[in-house]
């Protein structure tokens, strides 16, 4: 079965910093990896996703990832947080063994402080 | 284009009730997918309906259960509610739901089970 493990629940950053949000995956075929950010009383909204080619992926508002398949990993990074950044992020995994059906993470909350 | 939208937002119903939810999606979108969002569970996927056909399950009781129509728009319903219910529920639609498609999300409804 794929899984997807978010081992932060939250992460400080002061606004102007780096901020990575930490990704594991575990599927049996070739993954499909997407970044969704939800902000308090939304929906999901998607930021990026990885389906092959280059393993760092540019996405909206400035977030990237990069796709490490020797450590099952899909890091979420932005090289300078805003404020507007603070929200909760979702990590997500499909893979065709699974019938295509999307496994999210558990979140991790980004608190972005000025 | 109008986003994906799901009535009614807020809901609160008694155990044993039972609670209709209606998604419309992105116009020109067939597939949608329902997700139920707790702080305990996090996301975990209820099923998925394609031209009117359920193509994927999550492992919810069958207390769970959903229908898609014509139009695309989708309903889930839930029966004999049972406090732990309580959550919020989010509809996405995208093109066809291919591994590759990114998901477009409602701003959800949120079930209270008193």
């Known amino acids: 079965a794929q899984s997807v493990a978010q081992p932060e629940d939250q992460v400080n950053v002061a606004e102007g910093n780096p901020l990575t949000v930490k990704c594991t995956y575990s599927?049996?075929?070739?993954?499909?990896l997407f970044w969704y950010v939800q902000y308090p009383n939304r929906g999901l909204q998607f930021l990026l996703k990885y389906i092959t080619g280059d393993n760092l992926v540019k996405g909206s508002y400035g977030f990237e990832a990069e796709f490490n398949k020797s450590q099952t990993s899909f890091h979420l990074k932005k090289p300078s947080a805003l404020v507007s950044d603070s929200a909760l992020y979702f990590c997500a995994v499909r893979d065709r063994a699974a019938g295509n059906k999307l496994t999210f993470g558990g979140g991790t909350r980004v608190l972005v402080k000025p | 284009k109008a986003g994906v939208t799901q009535t009614p937002r807020y809901l609160i119903k008694t155990r044993g009730q039972q609670v209709t939810l209606s998604c419309s999606p992105i116009s020109g979108h067939r597939s949608v997918s329902w997700y139920q969002q707790t702080p305990g569970q996090g996301l975990q996927f209820l099923f998925e309906y394609f031209s009117e056909t359920q193509r994927n399950k999550g492992n919810f009781p069958g207390r769970f259960s959903g229908r898609q129509f014509s139009n695309s728009r989708s309903e889930m319903n839930v029966s004999t509610l049972e406090l732990g219910d309580s959550a919020l529920y989010l509809c996405?639609?995208?093109?066809?739901?291919?591994?590759?498609?990114?998901?477009?999300f409602g701003s959800g409804t949120q079930l209270s089970v008193l």
């Open positions: 996405a639609s995208s093109l066809d739901g291919g591994r590759e498609e990114k998901l477009f």
């Open positions: 599927v049996s075929g070739n993954p499909y």
